[in-house]
């Protein structure tokens, strides 16, 4: 639950490029600032991440589940394992680059969007492969949160008893988590190519643009 929760902030953040570089920046070092950042990163990301990626090897390893009666199928137990394989090679990608840059110092507002927009937006052999991996990364984690969910509402009283409440969260949690992968591949593409895929906000100025978009044979 706290990582679900995490995912859901971490989208309402990054959301704010949509109103522009300048004001996402601002959020950011604003963010940043908050008393106590550090040990609620702590409590609330880092050890329950880590708990949760350690339970999860060990199980993928030892084959051993939880529970003597599980609700997922064979298929989905092995699609589980492997959106769970995608996000922690996701974090082994995304978390030197960002959080643990310069030596574990927190970088800036502005430092923090001009290396997202270049980060996504390089490419090679004109693809952008840095972006697909946040794609994927992304679609993993959502896939991970809305099916772990599912798997969480099936084991209670309600969910055994009746097959239309599972059915129902199943569509309910699949549509939820597919608007949460939306939401964050807008903010993907937005930074890859300058124009969102769509917006919910109104537009950004000029002035407060989203940041250079880089040309197709750019590299860094």
Known sequence: MPLGGFLLVHLAINAFALRGAARFATVLGALHRMPGLGALEAGFIVLPLALHGALGVWLAATRRPLTAKRPYSPNMQLAMRIAGIGVLAFLGMHLPEFRWRDGGERLGGNATAALLAADLSWTWQGMPWRALAYLVGAGCAAFHLGVGLWGLFAGSSRGQSS??????????LGAASFAIWLGFANVVVLHATGAALFRVTPAATEAEGTGP???????H
Do not use: D, Y
């Not at 097959?163 to 309910?172: C, D, K």
């Open 163 to 172: 097959r239309r409440a599972r059915v129902a969260a199943a569509w309910g």
């Open 213 to 219: 978009c880089l040309p197709p044979n750019a590299s």
